[in-house]
């Protein structure tokens, strides 16, 4: 979930601006009539290239940067802001995010109009929370009057810090900084329905709900399994009155396993036992099934594809069982039926045949009767 999407950023920040706006009728100076302000980069100013320099200089005589991260500092690191509170003499303001070691700081400077003059006002980089700025790769903010909202997530992850400050003309103080991550909570919430194996529920979630950068989370792998042991479970289950049902919860579950381990073949048969069961040094190796359990929930879900009316996805299906399983005698039943029933007789035949070598001396006592039938039709 892969993943990174402006139009996400655009709602988590305009979330964050509702929830902002509340506090800035609280914060002293920030009063209920106040404006946001649409800040503006210094690549977009006529006169950018003018003033950069002197910006430049000061960040890093400033912040004593090492010379990696002063390297990093462009034009467009700098944004004109107007938080207003400028000492006097002073007429516009620049606002910068710059990586300081291991750390990112936010940079509020004053400037007069040509950037003659130029002064550090303030700079913010934690609170009493821990650090407020995760990734510069991953950073939104907006500003309302003195207020400023920022939004950033780390790499590879859903944590995110939600942070608002209040310029108050002597320092930026801190308004409110919080941490979340959606999809911990998502997982967490996931562990809850397994517990309560409420399958509707699980594949509602998995409908509706999206879990950012789930190869970074334990959850995603370990979780697998037992969503797909849940799924089938249900799906045996209500089988016997719905069939339909049966495909949407084995379908959830075997999505669940390829969300993890990349098992995507089951959909059109190309599943390999490596694929399963993984290698020596694969990841959450422990956390697999072995092969025998899920081509067991594999041929099920062939099998209930097939009852469901749904043949032409469930040959590649039961192939792909008999490929993986070549002794697993039911699939050859199951796709010796569903052939038959999209018209492809020889090959349907062919596998009626294979079951009833299979089944040996129990052919006669165990095959369903249509089988020598359809094996006999011309």
Not at 50 to 55: G, N, T
Not at 130 to 146: I, P, Q, V
């Amino acid at each position: 979930m892969t993943i990174w999407s402006k139009r996400i950023l655009a709602l988590m920040i305009a979330i964050f601006f509702l929830a902002g706006a509340q506090f800035a009728t609280a914060a002293e100076g920030g009063g209920g009539d106040a404006e946001e302000i649409e800040p503006v980069n210094l690549g977009e100013l006529a006169d950018g290239a003018k003033v950069y320099p002197s910006l430049k200089d000061l960040l890093i005589d400033s912040l004593q940067l090492y010379e990696e991260d002063a390297e990093a500092i462009v034009p467009e690191s700098f944004y004109e802001v107007d938080l207003g509170n400028n000492p006097q003499g002073y007429e516009r303001q620049f606002m910068a995010f710059v990586y300081n070691y291991e750390w990112i700081e936010l940079v509020l400077i004053a400037s007069n109009k040509d950037a003659s003059d130029v002064r550090l006002l303030d700079r913010a980089a934690s609170s009493d929370e821990g650090y407020m700025f995760l990734n510069m790769a991953k950073l939104e903010f907006t500003t309302t009057g003195n207020l400023v909202q920022i939004w950033t997530e780390a790499p590879y992850s859903a944590f995110r810090s939600l942070v608002e400050l209040e310029w108050a003309g002597d320092r930026f103080y801190v308004i409110s900084h919080e941490y979340d991550d959606p999809s911990e909570r998502y997982f967490e919430e996931k562990e809850r329905l397994l517990k309560l194996k409420d399958i509707q529920k699980l594949v509602e979630q998995y409908e509706t709900e999206i879990a950012y950068y789930p190869s970074a989370y334990e959850q995603n792998y370990t979780l697998a399994a037992p969503a797909l042991k849940l799924a089938q479970q249900k799906a045996n289950q209500i089988q016997k009155v719905d069939f339909k049902k049966a495909v949407e919860y084995l379908d959830y579950g075997l999505s669940q396993y390829a969300d993890a381990f990349g098992t995507w073949g089951y959909v059109d048969g190309t599943l390999t036992k490596a694929d399963i069961v993984g290698a020596e040094d694969s990841l959450y190796l422990e956390a697999r099934l072995g092969l025998g359990v899920y081509v067991g929930m594999l041929n099920d879900y062939g099998y209930y594809l097939s009852l469901a009316g749904r043949n032409k996805e469930a040959v590649p299906v039961l192939a792909n069982v008999i490929k993986l399983v070549p002794g697993r005698t039911v699939a050859y039943l199951n796709i010796a039926d569903a052939e038959w029933t999209l018209g492809q007789k020889n090959a349907a035949k062919a596998h009626y045949k294979t079951y009833l070598k299979l089944l040996g001396g129990k052919a006669k006592s165990t095959a369903p009767a249509r089988v020598q039938q359809r094996i006999n039709a011309k």
